[in-house]
C-alpha cells in the first residue's frame, strides 16, 4: 500500500501495512457525506456504481468517526474537509453466516430472471483505512461506471429495491457536521 | 390538468365537501401562499406546473405519469381530510428518475417514476420495520397509490 502523503489526515486514519478487515459486525456503522439538501433521501439521487462509506469498526477495533468521512483523500481537490456536506449513517443491521454483508435481489424481465448482488467490502485507501464500497453485480456483472447504463440501469426494480435497502439502513436523518476547525 | 375556468369549479366543490368542506374554507380564508404548504388544488397545480417546467426533458411515459398522478391528487382533496395532505418534495435524480417523496414523522415515502417502465411507491418506516415496496404500471390504481403517499 502507498504511503498516505496528506499531512492534514491524522495518522490514525493511514492504511500503511494494515490489512483490510474482511468480517463486519451487526451494529456496525457506515458513514457517507452527503449534501445537506440530499440528506432526507440520500439514496434517491445517486446512481449506485461503489458507494463509498467509512465503516465505523466494533467493540475493541474501532476504525473511525464519524467526521471522518468529511475529510478529502484526493491529492488533487483542494479542500481539506468538506464543511458545506453532511452525514447520513448507516447500521448494519444483518449479516450472512460468515459476518459478511451479501444482499440479493430478483426481477423477472423479459421472462428472465435477474439476479443481483450487493455487498460491502473493505477497501482502504492509503489515507483512509475505513474507506469501504457497496458493490453490486448483476450476473456476473461487477456494476462500474463504465457499464452502468448498460446492466443496472436496466433494471430498474432491482435499482428500487437496492435503495429501499440502502435507506431502511440509515439511522440519523441529521447528523450535524461538527467537526473541530 | 385543470385550466383556471376548472379550478373554479373544482374550488367551489370542495368547498361545498359535507365531510371536509368547513375545513376548506377554513384553509382558503387564512391561508393563500403560493406554496403546497397550502394543501389546496391550486397548489398541486402549481408544483406540477413547476415540475413540468423545472424538468424539460421527461419521457413521455414520466408526463403521462406525472399528469395522471396530479389529477388524482386533484381527486382525492375532495375526500380526504385536508390535514392529511403533507407538502412532499421532488427531484430528477441520475438515472432519469422522478421522484416525489415525502419525509414524516412516521417515515419516508417514495414515489419513483421510471422514464419507461414503472412507478415504484416505497415507505420504509422510522423506528419501526415497516418496508413497502409496491411497482405500478402506467393503468394500475393511481387512486390507492396516491392514498399511499398521503397517508403516512
Redesign the interface.
Known sequence: MVACTLQYIPEILHTNDRQPIEVFTVGEFMYRRCKPEYLDNPFGNINLTELSHNRSGFGDQILSDENDVLYSIKIYEEIEIYNDQQISTLEIISLNQENKYCKIFEQMKDGNKIIARMDILHDPEPCMLPHCIFRIWVGDDKITSDNYKVTLKKFNEIRNKIREELTSMIIKERCQNNFPI | MKNDFAHIIFKEEILQSNAFGSQYREYFGENNGPTFNNPLSEDINSIYNAISLKYTGLSNFQKDVLNKLFNTFNEIIKRIDPNRLKSF?Y?L???D?L?L?R?TKTG?V?L?V?PE??V?Y?Y?GKGDDV?I?K?YEIDGDFESLAYHFFSK
Open positions: 418534495e427531484f435524480n441520475d438515472d428518475e421522484l417523496y419525509n419516508l417514495n419513483i421510471n417502465e414503472c415504484a416505497s420504509i418496508r415496496l411497482f
